[in-house]
């Protein structure tokens, strides 16, 4: 049982195992940008293959996976299609705009984290000489501000289907994929299979320090490799890197089920002192609560031992992740209880 606060924050606030320390310590390297560390070509080999892509690029972070593929996939000027959730519009400082140089067509998600297939399709212009050219649709799996929502395979078919029929591009931010593997038993793969291009992060619930990867086909990559160094994300001996994320993909994957199991008695836990939480919808390893004042909450239960973010003015979001056990969600539910001055 922690001493200090419980944190709840984000699944980015793992560390990385002894195993991930001591195959950083021992890892090959060699320059990167020459093409010559072996570690990390074997991690994008590893990804690449896990994902059903030919190739993989690593870059140091998730918000640079998703500006790279989108400076991949588009010109600027272009459009492309996005959830008004996505950790794309939320999340990443506008760079889709300020960097890549795009214009987002923000369609509202629904609460699974999808589109609806109709609006996606009505978004997409036609060939008038002032329209803007609609090249990419971004989806999120699993949608995070939607709760940790997975996206269904058929849905993401679906979608990618209507996109591509309209000679569009498909991107998917799959920061927390595996985390819908792990929910669903579908393979990443096949949830990304109708995908051009899948990013993952290894330095969430996977627990690597550093780094995400983006998964797509070998010309794909190599337009990706040379946007990466533009944006000075070319890393030299970044191997020591790449180790742990090896460790990661082999050791880190599975056990994310406990985080799922977590999350879900921390919803139940919650309802039981009268929070309204949809257990159902609790899918991964994100708690997603409505309360009359997200910050004011956060502020006393970060009082009481419990740190958590908001994801608005009236919803507070609490994350499970490696480091946090059965029994701490007990002793979490227990100090949450003594802030709301409810019976435990
Ligand atoms: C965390 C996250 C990212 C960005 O990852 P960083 O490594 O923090 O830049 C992108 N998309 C989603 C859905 C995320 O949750």
């Known amino acids: 049982m922690p001493e200090g606060p419980i944190d709840l ?14 195959a950083m310590a021992g890892a090959e390297v060699g320059d990167d940008v020459f093409g010559e560390d072996p570690t990390i070509l074997a991690l994008e080999r590893a990804a690449a293959q896990r994902m059903g892509k030919e190739a993989a690029l690593l870059v140091p972070s998730g918000t640079m996976a998703n500006l790279v593929a989108l400076m991949t996939h588009c010109q600027p000027g272009e459009e492309v299609i996005l959830g008004d959730q996505a950790h794309i519009i939320r999340a990443e400082g506008g760079a889709v705009s300020r960097i890549a140089g795009l214009l987002p067509a923000i369609l509202p998600n629904t609460s699974d984290g999808g589109l609806e297939p109709d609006r996606v399709r009505s978004a997409v212009r036609g060939a008038n000489i ?33 996109a591509h029929e309209l000679g569009l591009s498909t991107h998917m931010d799959g920061a927390r994929i595996f985390n819908a593997e792990v929910a669903t038993g579908i393979s990443a793969a096949r ?23 983006i998964c797509s086909d070998a010309d794909f990559i190599a337009r990706a490799r040379k946007n990466r160094k533009i944006l000075g994300g070319g890393m030299r001996q970044a191997g020591i890197i790449a180790a742990a994320g090896l460790v990661a993909l082999d050791t880190m994957v599975d056990r994310l089920a406990e985080d799922h199991t977590n999350a879900k008695r921390l919803a139940e836990g919650l309802v039981e002192l009268g929070l309204e939480v949809d257990v159902e919808r609790t899918e991964t390893n994100i708690v997603v609560a409505p309360v009359p004042d997200a910050l004011a909450l956060a502020a006393q239960l970060a009082d009481g031992g419990v740190l958590i973010t908001v994801l608005s003015d009236t919803l507070a979001r609490f994350v499970t992740h490696h480091g ?17 001055k409810v019976a435990a």
């Open 9 to 22: 924050r984000s699944d980015t606030v793992t560390q990385p195992t002894a195993e991930m320390r001591e």
């Open 130 to 162: 002032h329209h803007p050219k609609t090249t990419l649709l971004a989806l999120e799996n699993t949608q995070n501000f939607c709760g940790g929502a997975v996206l269904g395979e058929s849905t993401t078919n679906e979608l990618a289907a209507i």
């Open 191 to 213: 949830l990304a299979a109708s995908m051009d291009s899948v990013t993952f992060c290894l330095s969430k619930g996977l627990s690597a320090p550093v780094g995400s990867l």
């Open 324 to 340: 946090i056990e059965a029994a701490d969600i007990g002793e979490a539910l227990t100090r949450i209880a003594a802030v709301l």
